[in-house]
C-alpha cells in the first residue's frame, strides 16, 4: 500500500532530456493513427483485445509473484532502507511514496518501475543491492532512477500508447529519451554524483568490477558504435549503452572522443528508406485497385472491345463469364464486325478471358 509523504525540503529540479516531449508527441500521434485504423477493422479489434488481455494477464501474475514473494520495504521489515526511500522520493517531489519491493532474481543486476491499476511500484533487485554494497551513493541513484520514471509520468497511459509505442525506431528513441531523463533524476537524488556514477559501472561490470572501472575509457567505448550496424542498432535498443548515459552524467568524460556524424547520417537514410517502400507500396496498390477493390489500372487502346458492331465480342464475354473463366489466364483472339454502310470487313483484335 502507498504511504504518504512527511513534509520534506523543497524539491530538486530535473530538466527533463530534450528530446523526450517532442518523441512523446509522435508516439501520441502515431497512436491515435493507429488506432483509428484498428476500430476500422473488426478483426484489427479482435486482435487489439486478445493481445491486450495476454499482456494484462501476463502483468497481473507477475504482481501476484511480486506480492506474494517479494519482500515489501516497511517500518517493520528494512526500515533503515525504507527509510532512505522515503527521503528520496521526497527529495524527489513525489507526494506518495509507491510500494517498494524486494526481489530475489538469480543473479540479475537490474531494479524497475511499474505500475497496476493505479498503484505504482518500485522493485530492487537483491543481488544489484549486494553489488553495490556498502556505496550508499551508487545504491541511491539506482533507486532515484526508478523513482524518477514514476514520478516522470513514463508509465502512464501506458495502455493507450501502446501502439505508437511499437512503431519501429519511434517508440525505442522516446524509451531511451525516458532513460536519460531518469538519470538526470538519479543523480539528483544523491548527495555525492561523482560516487553515484558508480551505480552506472555496477549495472555494466557488477558489484566487485565495477569500482575499478576506468569510466573515461568505458566511456570512448562509444568510438566502436559509431558505425552503420552499431548505430541501427543502438536505434532499435530502449536503452541507452552504459557508455553514452556515463557522458550524458558527466560530459567531460567524453571530451576527448571524436564520433563522425556519417554513420548516423547514413543509418537515418537507410531508416527513411525502410519507412517509405511500405508507404509508397500501400499508396500505389490504393491507386492500382481504387478505393471501393476495383482496378483503376488504365487499359490499352488497342484492347478496348468496339462500342458497336461487336455482337459476336460480347457474347463470347457472356459465355466465358457464364462458364466462370472471367479473370484466368487472357489469350488473344481475332473477331470480325461489319460496320458501315459498305460493309467492309474489318479486323479488330480484342482481348478476352477464356478458361484453359
Given amino acids: 500500500m502507498e504511504t504518504g509523504i512527511s513534509p520534506s525540503p523543497p524539491p530538486v529540479p530535473v530538466n527533463r532530456w530534450p528530446s523526450e516531449r517532442p518523441l512523446l508527441a509522435f508516439v501520441v500521434l502515431a497512436a491515435m493513427g493507429l488506432w483509428v485504423l484498428i476500430a476500422m477493422s473488426m478483426i484489427g479489434i479482435m486482435y487489439a483485445v486478445l493481445i491486450g488481455l495476454f499482456l494484462f494477464f ?115 528513441a522516446y524509451s531511451r529519451a525516458c532513460e536519460y531523463t531518469s538519470d538526470r533524476y538519479g543523480l539528483a537524488g544523491t548527495r555525492d554524483p561523482e560516487r553515484a556514477l558508480d551505480g552506472l559501472c555496477i549495472l555494466a561490470a557488477g558489484g566487485r568490477q565495477g569500482l575499478r572501472i576506468n569510466r573515461r575509457a568505458l566511456v570512448a567505448q562509444r568510438a566502436d558504435l559509431n558505425t552503420f550496424w552499431m548505430t541501427l542498432g543502438q536505434w532499435l535498443s530502449t536503452h541507452p549503452p552504459i557508455a553514452a548515459r556515463l557522458a550524458a552524467l558527466q560530459p567531460s568524460l567524453g571530451d576527448r572522443v571524436a564520433l563522425k556524424r556519417t554513420p548516423a547520417f547514413a543509418a537515418g537514410f537507410a531508416v527513411a528508406l525502410l519507412v517509405a517502400f511500405p508507404v509508397v507500396g500501400v499508396v500505389a496498390f490504393v491507386r492500382t485497385v481504387g478505393p471501393n477493390g476495383t482496378s483503376c489500372t488504365r487499359g490499352n487502346p488497342s484492347h478496348a472491345i468496339p462500342s458497336t458492331g461487336s455482337a459476336s465480342v460480347t457474347q463470347s464475354r457472356t459465355a466465358s463469364l457464364a462458364s466462370g473463366a472471367w479473370g484466368r489466364t487472357p489469350r488473344t483472339r481475332t473477331t470480325t464486325s461489319n460496320s458501315g454502310p459498305t460493309r467492309a470487313r474489318t479486323d479488330v483484335k480484342v482481348r478476352t478471358w477464356i478458361s484453359d
Avoid at 61 to 84: C, D, K, N, T, W
Avoid at 101 to 119: D, K, W
Wanted: aromatic share 8%.
Fill in 58 to 172: 501476463s502483468h497481473l501474475v507477475f504482481i501476484a509473484h511480486l506480492r506474494g514473494s517479494g519482500v515489501r520495504l516497511g517500518p517493520e521489515q528494512m526500515p533503515e532502507l525504507h527509510a532512505r526511500v522515503a527521503e528520496l522520493a521526497g527529495r524527489l517531489g513525489m507526494r506518495r511514496m509507491p510500494d517498494v519491493y524486494l526481489l530475489q532474481m538469480g543473479g540479475a543486476l537490474n531494479a524497475l518501475a511499474t505500475r497496476f491499476l493505479g498503484s505504482q511500484f518500485i522493485v530492487l533487485y537483491s543481488d544489484l543491492l549486494d553489488g553495490c554494497g556498502d556505496n550508499t551513493e551508487a545504491r541511491d541513484f539506482i533507486i532515484a532512477h526508478e523513482l524518477g520514471h514514476l514520478h516522470a509520468g513514463h508509465l502512464r497511459l501506458r495502455w493507450l500508447l501502446a501502439p505508437g509505442l511499437f512503431v519501429p525506431f519511434l517508440g525505442t
